[in-house]
């Protein structure tokens, strides 16, 4: 029986070793980093990858003081040399910046300033030391005021890094979760240029030629321009998701995910998981989303009969997709199109940007799509040009949801002529109308591999339009005569109704055909029975058909 508990949120390397939850091991990483040196090493990867995990492991691997026991039974204790000559070798400076997320660079920064201040509250047995000075002593309690100064925000790093350098005479190694969580929002809430000023005051001061500095290690989701915020760094090594060093160390294998699977007896569920969750290309290797698949193995056990969920997609307001959805023009559908339905699109992608430069061309907010997690690439060009995908059926149910939501938005102001279609009883109106509104649809929005599900799309479709009237009262697959009426409409003012049955055609040439199809069927079941118990005695009836942009409406009064 398996015993381990699932790391649900858990990203403290020490509490995942020392409370009893299942680890796939990654400690290979420290290896890899240190047989390829680099004295800044920036790694990108999406949200929810184990960015934090990671930096939390190379924490506990070579602080000073750390337990070794810690190591013990994974791969890097099989590393003899290695751990004798780095495990708990030197002292780490920890800063994660994912929790700098204000509305003014003022709190931000205060934000920021209190990170430093905590660290430096971890830190304050140095003001014990007998090896520091009364001046290196000023400088710790200048960090740990509630007041810090921009001087000493922006030398941080490199006091501290020096204070412990001095104590124990051992060059310290600076971990940075997350770097760009501030930049992103300042961007969104307009003080960018105030905040990257911040960001690279405090990584110059404190990573460039800082000789009490061994190496250090960033991590965020967006490779930000080296001009921006890396100003004079000596080669930073920056590992993205095309490059194949370190592509197996950010997210699981299909290795690990079926032996997590096998060891919960999950195993069976392997393919929807697969279908669902995998599909991310990092360098050379596929891999999986470790939150989706960690959450997916917890609601499984809690219940076998549970479906597969957006866990991914639910931890983030998804304000990037969002933002492109909005800017996109005819091209940006097009491709959205193709997306939705499996295929691939061709794009250049722009790796190094400021969030500055993300809104002056369209074509870049692909390439943040693609750093942030919602595109993926199944290979390159001769130009060039990354050949992307949308990863899974987790991404796919996102993009449908939020370009639905763009289109009902998009749509909002132009429902009134298909309200005054349905007032005057005109069934050329209303086709008329419903077709000016899908104009602007894109044609994945039939979605669905089934015509059942093809007509249940446009089943809601057609019910979000009609509950922007006032005074109707809309019922969806209600129980009437001898069946489930698709929409029942009435009209408490005019104190009518509308019963109407929605169909979809495959071929627009069916469309006239599957539209009295739904017209007699509403006659044949008698939904009519449903008003016999009201006052309605004026009822129309409608039979719609869809197929992608297009519809036919016929009627009965």
Not at 458 to 480: D, F, Q
Not at 503 to 515: I, P, Q, T, V
Request: glycine content about 8%; aromatic content about 12%.
């Amino acid at each position: 029986m398996a015993d381990q508990k699932l790391p649900v949120g858990i990203d403290n390397f020490e509490k995942l070793r020392t409370g009893g939850f299942y680890f796939v091991d990654k400690t290979d990483l420290i290896r890899e980093l240190l047989e390829n040196w680099g004295e800044v090493n920036l790694f990108t990867r999406p949200r929810r990858f184990g960015k934090s995990l990671n930096m939390s492991m190379l924490k506990a691997f070579f602080e000073i003081g750390t337990d070794p026991a810690l190591f013990d039974g994974l791969s890097i204790s099989k590393e003899k040399n290695l751990c004798e000559q780095y495990l708990g070798k030197h002292p780490v400076i920890f800063i994660s910046l994912k929790t700098a997320d204000a509305a003014d660079f003022v709190s931000a920064r205060g934000l920021i300033a209190m990170e430093i201040r905590e660290e430096a509250g971890r830190l304050q047995y140095l003001l014990e030391s007998d090896r520091l000075t009364e001046y290196d002593k000023e400088d710790l309690r200048r960090l740990l005021s509630d007041d810090i100064s921009d001087a000493y925000l922006y030398r941080s790093l490199r006091i501290l890094s020096g204070l412990l350098c001095k104590h124990y005479g051992k060059q310290a190694i600076i971990l940075i979760d997350e770097y760009d969580v501030p930049l992103q929002k300042a961007h969104e809430r307009g003080y960018y240029n105030q905040m990257t000023q911040l960001i690279s005051q405090l990584f110059g001061a404190g990573m460039k030629t800082n000789e009490n500095m061994f190496f250090a290690v960033v991590t965020g989701c967006l490779r930000i321009a080296k001009e921006s915020i890396f100003t004079g760094f000596n080669n930073p090594k920056i590992h993205t998701i095309t490059d194949n060093r370190y592509d197996e160390w950010f997210g699981f294998t299909d290795t690990e995910v079926r032996q997590m699977l096998e060891y919960y007896g999950l195993s069976d569920y392997y393919e929807t998981t697969k279908e669902w969750y995998d599909g991310y290309r990092f360098g050379s290797l596929n891999v999986y989303c470790p939150w989706d698949v960690i959450n997916w193995c917890d609601q499984l056990r809690c219940g076998r009969d549970n479906t597969p969920q957006n866990f991914w997609a639910n931890t983030s307001s998804n304000e990037m997709i969002l933002h492109f959805v909005e800017i996109s023009d005819e091209t940006t559908r097009a491709d959205l199109e193709d997306l939705s339905q499996g295929k691939s699109i061709d794009k250049e992608l722009f790796m190094e940007l400021t969030y500055d430069e993300i809104d002056q061309n369209i074509d870049h907010l692909w390439s943040v799509l693609f750093t942030t997690g919602y595109l993926t690439y199944r290979g390159r060009n001769e130009d060039g040009t990354y050949r992307l995908v949308l990863p899974n059926k987790e991404i796919r149910s996102l993009f449908d949801r939020q370009i639905k939501n763009w289109f009902y938005k998009k749509i909002q102001g132009g429902l009134q002529p298909l309200y005054t279609a349905f007032d005057s009883h005109s069934p050329g109106d209303i086709e008329t109308s419903l077709n000016a509104c899908m104009v602007d649809m894109i044609s994945f929005m039939d979605g669905g591999n089934t015509d059942e599900m093809k007509e249940t799309f446009y089943h809601g479709l057609l019910l979000g339009m009609l509950r922007g009237r006032k005074g109707w009262i809309i019922k969806s697959n209600r129980e009437a005569g001898n069946g489930r009426a698709d929409i029942i409409l009435t009209d408490r003012f005019r104190e009518c109704g509308y019963i109407i049955e929605v169909k979809y055609a495959r071929s627009y040439s069916a469309l006239e055909d599957k539209a009295y199809e739904g017209l007699h069927q509403i006659e044949d079941t008698l939904y009519d029975e449903y008003f016999s118990d009201s006052d309605i005695h004026e009822i129309s009836h409608y039979g719609i058909a869809f197929c992608k942009r297009k519809c036919k409406v016929v009627n009965a009064g």
